[in-house]
Nanobody, 123 residues
Framework: VQLQASGGGLVQAGDSLRLSCTASGRTFSRYNMAWFRQAPGKEREFVAVINWSGSITNDADSVKGRFTISRDNAKNTVYLQMNSLNAEDTAVYYC?????????????????WGQGTQVTVSS
């Protein structure tokens, strides 16, 4: 499966953004989907994950209550709604897909990755 992330940009602290990740192919609904992010000089970190049906989600503590992951299997798309953004959220955001492993938080679980979309939050 090929993934295309979009929706990043430059915003001010307190603003909102919605990231999208669209997958090619007809088997999108079989995959658990996740968002990770990587800030300059830091390791890639887990942000949020949603299972294949959308019935289970899991978020990192750092974004809990501010970010929401969702999916539309009819559109082959997973979303990350980001509210109350702050400077610590500045990073390249990547979407990822895995057919196995459930709602995993580890990068090694995911077989397919999008190209990343830059989110910059000015304070």
């Amino acid at each position: 499966v090929q993934l295309q992330a979009s929706g990043g940009g430059l915003v001010q602290a307190g603003d909102s953004l919605r990231l999208s990740c669209t997958a090619s192919g007809r088997t999108f609904s079989r995959y658990n989907m996740a968002w990770f992010r990587q800030a300059p000089g830091k390791e890639r970190e887990f942000v949020a994950v949603i299972n294949w049906s959308g019935s289970i989600t899991n978020d990192a503590d750092s974004v809990k209550g501010r970010f929401t992951i969702s999916r539309d299997n009819a559109k082959n798309t997973v979303y990350l709604q980001m509210n109350s953004l702050n400077a610590e959220d500045t990073a390249v955001y990547y979407c990822a897909a895995s057919a196995y492993g459930g709602v995993a938080r580890t990068t090694t679980t995911y077989d397919y990755w999008g190209q990343g979309t830059q989110v910059t939050v000015s304070s």
